[in-house]
RNA sequence: GCGGCUGUAGCUCAGUGGAUAGAGCAUCUGUCUUCGGAACAGAGGGUCGGGGGUUCGAAUCCCUCCAGCCGCGCCA
């Protein structure tokens, strides 16, 4: 807030001496931001050095302009020009303090005052977690929980309009469902389950749980035990803060029968074709085309070597109707074809994907952007995902002054017509669905990495974690409370890092050595005020803010500190670095208690700077329960150590 | 081979092309007859993996090399 205005002072500046003719038009927008040392200042600029050549003048003769042009005595105490040409701003301690007011206007809805500076808010719908119905939510999972859950609130705040999928993989075709559905029918029937079966408890759980009456089909199996992990995830990610808009179902497309039937429009658009070879592109550096590989498929006709494939663009009936369908991947960007109809009939998942999306898109509150959040081991899939949409989007094209193919794009396109509308969807493709990967988390137990993978029956859920966590933390209190407390502490510990950084979590340290974690140092904040505030009251002293009796130096910074979050929101929506919530949580943290360190807050002998204070305390509860809204943490009123 | 990520203090990690590169933990020294000490003040600790380049200015952008993790199925 205190940014913005600021930026809009210098940018007024700067305009005011365009208008005058003193410096051209076209010079780069003013910035606002932090100086080096705080010695230097409260804010800098660098615009002179910015705009020195636009605007031909030395960036030091450029910086004494501007500082006379922005010069106002009741803002800036002082405005000095420094070094190369940065201008340092040292605001007035009255401007300063005169922001406590408008901040607590906000409420404990400060983050969302980012809303407001949004030119373009969208609607946006984000998919993520999305895993099959097979076991419970993984700690690996549980990043993206966390990252994702978090990310929808920080767009929320920054003004878009925000809509939460879940996309459950339960198509009846998915082998690995058939697996697990198969597991848990062997050990209901006393076998052995099969080679590559899911072996955990929870399979065991989910036999157990089943009432057969015998001679149960594996169709049966895999609706009964689906619906039952399914209800089981959704438990688990309500406790880890998580909620959903939508629960997808895939099979839902295929009972609609428009999986098929959307397939086919594509095979109408020359998107997808029944022809029996696949194209693979050959990428050198830098994922530049180099070739494009013909990879025949058995049963293709050959003669004499050469390969001739039949014109069958649509899958047509009786004879051939089983024959592969390929997406024609490549021609928007994917590395190769991929297979939407396999030899056996049967549809792939990427066939789904192709009915999903489209689904996405026409819904009557129909989302302007997509947003897919998945794990490092989908890396591979964006290119997929890209082209799926794109030959969603393509329309055929009977441009005929489009330049001729090139000789390696003769292997992909049909015609310069066929080439330029691919590319054009593909171009609309990356405008509408945007994927997130977030990176690779390893779980750090005894010194060692943590086994989680899903078929060795050593699954670690996300809700162990909580659990575990919990029980160590306060192992007096309700199974709630710890779930509670497990849940701050294990979504702290995601959201700190970077989605796309690859890091160690350390489990023995969330569980056993929780003092450390800073979770409880911001909420330790909160609690602190929350009590000096009860105090207070019982001395009859209530918030009253009044700007004019405030201006020690730990309280304009702390003021400083609490006007900074809507633009941390701001950027945090705007490159998805959520991870920046959790630092300003501890840095806002830490400015109260310097502020609390140096300046008393209860003085009954000085009853108005008491309650001047006392409002700059409910300022900072406001925004620290603003930030924990958005990362999914609980604000604490007390906190009471246990010790067991 | 192609792609993604990583390399910053003893450890875990921040860092928006900007000025003398930061925090937590750990180590050491202090504050405190407390509005909640889960706090605060201070100290030591660095060839930002190496080398080139762009720039007035690079941990940040480009190239290259080294080291490590991960992904590239008619699985999802």
Redesign the pocket.
């Known amino acids: 807030m205190i940014r913005h205005d600021l930026t809009q002072r210098l940018q007024h500046a700067i305009d005011a001496l365009v208008s005058e003719g003193r410096l051209p038009s076209g010079l780069p927008r003013a910035e606002i931001?932090?100086?080096?040392?705080p010695a230097?200042g409260d804010f800098?600029t660098?615009f002179a050095?910015?705009a020195s050549k636009p605007a031909g003048k030395n960036p030091r003769e450029l910086a004494e302009m501007v500082r006379e042009a922005v010069t106002d005595a009741s803002v800036f105490e002082s405005i000095d020009v420094?070094?190369?040409g940065?201008i340092?701003f040292r605001l007035t301690p009255g401007y300063i303090a005169g922001w406590l007011t408008p901040l607590l206007a906000e409420g404990e809805q400060l983050a969302h005052a980012a809303g407001r500076d949004n030119p373009s808010p969208k609607r946006i719908n984000v998919e993520f977690v999305s895993v099959?119905p097979n076991g419970p939510i993984t700690i690996g999972s549980g990043r993206g929980a966390a990252f994702g859950s978090t990310l929808c609130s920080v767009l929320e705040a920054a003004g878009n309009t925000v809509h939460r999928e879940y996309y459950i993989?339960d198509?009846v075709?998915?082998?690995?469902m058939r697996l697990f559905a198969e597991s848990v029918k062997a050990l209901v029937e006393g076998r052995p389950v099969p080679d590559n079966g899911y072996k955990g408890d929870y399979v065991q759980e989910v036999a157990s749980s089943l009432t057969t009456a015998g001679g149960e089909t594996v169709d049966w199996f895999q609706q009964q035990s689906q619906a039952l992990m399914l209800k089981r995830q959704h438990t688990d990610l309500s406790v880890f803060a998580t909620e959903f808009d939508t629960w997808f179902s895939e099979q839902s497309l295929h009972d609609r029968g428009i999986v098929a039937q959307d397939i086919d429009e594509l095979a109408a658009k020359g998107a997808a074709d029944t022809r029996p070879i696949r194209n693979k592109l050959k990428?050198?550096?830098?994922?530049v085309l180099e070739d494009v590989e013909i990879e025949t498929?058995?049963g293709a006709t050959e003669d004499d070597g050469e390969l001739t494939p039949p014109p069958s663009p649509l899958p047509a009936s009786g004879e051939g109707e089983n024959a592969?369908l390929w997406l024609r991947s490549t021609k928007f960007g994917d590395?190769q074809d991929r297979?939407l109809k396999?030899?056996?009939g049967r549809l792939?998942?990427?066939a789904s994907d192709v009915a999903y999306h489209k689904d996405k898109f026409n819904r009557p509150a129909d989302a302007e952007k997509l947003i897919t959040i998945l794990g490092?081991?989908?890396?591979?899939?964006i290119g997929r995902l890209h082209a799926v949409v794109a030959a969603l989007e393509m329309a055929p094209s009977n441009n005929s002054d489009a330049a001729p193919l090139t000789e390696l794009e003769a292997k992909l396109y049909d015609s310069p017509a066929d080439r330029d509308a691919c590319q054009a969807a593909l171009a609309r493709s990356k405008e509408k669905l945007e994927v997130v990967?977030f990176?690779?988390v390893r779980f750090m137990k005894e010194g060692k990495p943590a086994p989680m993978r899903k078929r060795d029956g050593n699954i670690y859920a996300i809700i162990d974690l909580v659990d575990e966590i919990g029980r160590t933390v306060k192992p007096n209190a309700s199974k709630a409370e710890q779930q509670e407390v497990g849940k701050d502490v294990a979504r702290f510990f995601y959201l700190?890092?970077?989605h796309?950084?690859?890091?160690?979590f350390d489990l023995d340290l969330a569980e056993r050595q929780s003092?450390?974690n800073?979770v409880?140092?911001v909420q330790?904040a909160h609690?602190?005020i929350?009590?000096?505030i009860a105090?207070a009251a019982e001395a009859g002293l209530t918030a009253e803010s009044n700007p004019s009796l405030i201006d020690h130096p730990k309280e304009l910074a702390l003021i400083k500190m609490i006007a900074d979050l809507p633009y941390e929101v701001s950027r945090a929506a705007e490159d998805y670095?959520v991870?920046?919530l959790a630092?300003y949580a501890?840095d806002l943290a830490?400015a109260y208690?310097?502020f609390?360190?140096a300046?008393?807050?209860?003085q009954p002998e000085h009853p108005e700077l008491s309650r001047a204070r006392i409002s700059l305390c409910v300022a900072t509860r406001n925004a620290l329960r603003s930030v924990f809204s958005l990362l999914g943490i609980s604000a604490p009123?007390?906190?009471?150590?246990e010790t067991n």
Do not use: W
Request: proline fraction near 5%; aromatic fraction near 10%.
């Open positions: 931001a932090d100086p080096r040392d230097h800098a660098n050095l910015v420094a070094g190369p940065f340092n099959n993989n198509g075709n998915s082998e690995q990428l050198g550096k830098g994922s498929q058995a592969t590395d297979v396999r030899q056996d792939t998942y990427i490092p081991d989908h890396h591979g899939y990967i990176q690779l700190m890092r970077s796309d950084t690859t890091f160690d003092d450390e800073p409880f140092y330790y609690a602190r929350c009590s000096v105090k670095g991870h920046r630092t501890i830490r208690h310097h609390y360190d300046c008393r807050v209860i009123e007390r906190m009471d150590r």
